[in-house]
C-alpha cells in the first residue's frame, strides 16, 4: 500500500472509530439522561420554538454528555473532512473550487456545532438557524461525495482513450 493509501485508511478509521464512540457509548448516555430527547445535529427541527423547549428540558447530566459530544464533534468533520479531499484526484481537478466545495461540508458541520453549544448554554443563537445550517451540511456532503464520484470516473475514463490512442 502506497503512502496516500495509508493516509486514507487512517483518516477512515479514525472517522469510524469517533462514530462508534457517539453510537456505543455517547448516544446512549445521552438518550438515557434526556429521557430520549432528540439530537440537533442528525436531522432537522424546524421550529426554534421547539428548539428552545428541548434545551430546557435537558438536565445538567444530558448537557454535559452532550459536550463530551461537542468535543468529540471537533474532531470528526476534520476527519471525514481530510479524507474526502484525499480522494480528490490529483492534478488540474484538484482546483481550489473542489477543495472549498468538498471542505465545506466539514465547515458547515462545524458551525452547526458551535450553533447547539451556544444552544445548551443558554446563550443566544438563532435557533432558527440550525436547520438550515443541518441541511447545508448533509447537502454539501453528499454533493461533495458524488463530485468525486465524477472526477475520478471522467479522470479514469480519460486515462483509458489515451492508453487507446
Given amino acids: ?3 496516500t493509501g495509508i493516509i486514507r485508511l487512517l ?3 479514525c472517522t469510524l472509530a469517533l462514530q ?5 457509548i455517547l448516544t446512549p448516555g445521552y438518550q438515557a439522561a434526556s429521557g430520549g430527547l432528540p439530537f440537533f445535529d442528525t436531522s432537522p427541527i424546524w421550529d426554534a420554538q421547539t428548539i428552545l423547549a428541548i434545551t430546557s428540558r435537558l438536565s445538567p447530566e444530558a448537557v454535559a454528555i452532550y459536550d463530551t459530544m461537542q468535543i468529540v464533534d471537533l474532531l470528526f468533520p476534520v476527519f471525514y473532512t481530510a ?6 484526484p490529483a ?8 477543495l472549498l466545495l468538498v471542505s465545506s461540508g466539514g465547515v458547515f458541520d462545524l458551525a452547526e456545532n458551535l ?5 445548551l448554554h443558554r446563550m443566544s443563537s438563532l435557533p432558527g438557524l440550525l436547520p438550515y445550517i443541518t441541511v447545508t451540511k448533509f447537502a454539501l456532503i453528499g454533493i461533495a461525495i458524488v463530485l468525486i464520484i ?6 479514469s475514463s480519460r ?6 490512442s
Fill in 1 to 3: 500500500m502506497n503512502r
Fill in 11 to 13: 483518516l477512515i478509521s
Fill in 20 to 24: 462508534l464512540v457517539f453510537l456505543l
Fill in 83 to 88: 479524507a474526502l479531499i484525499s480522494w480528490v
Fill in 91 to 98: 492534478g488540474r481537478r484538484r482546483s481550489a473550487a473542489v
Fill in 115 to 119: 450553533i447547539i453549544h451556544r444552544l
Fill in 150 to 155: 465524477h472526477l475520478h470516473r471522467s479522470s
Fill in 159 to 164: 486515462s483509458v482513450t489515451k492508453r487507446q
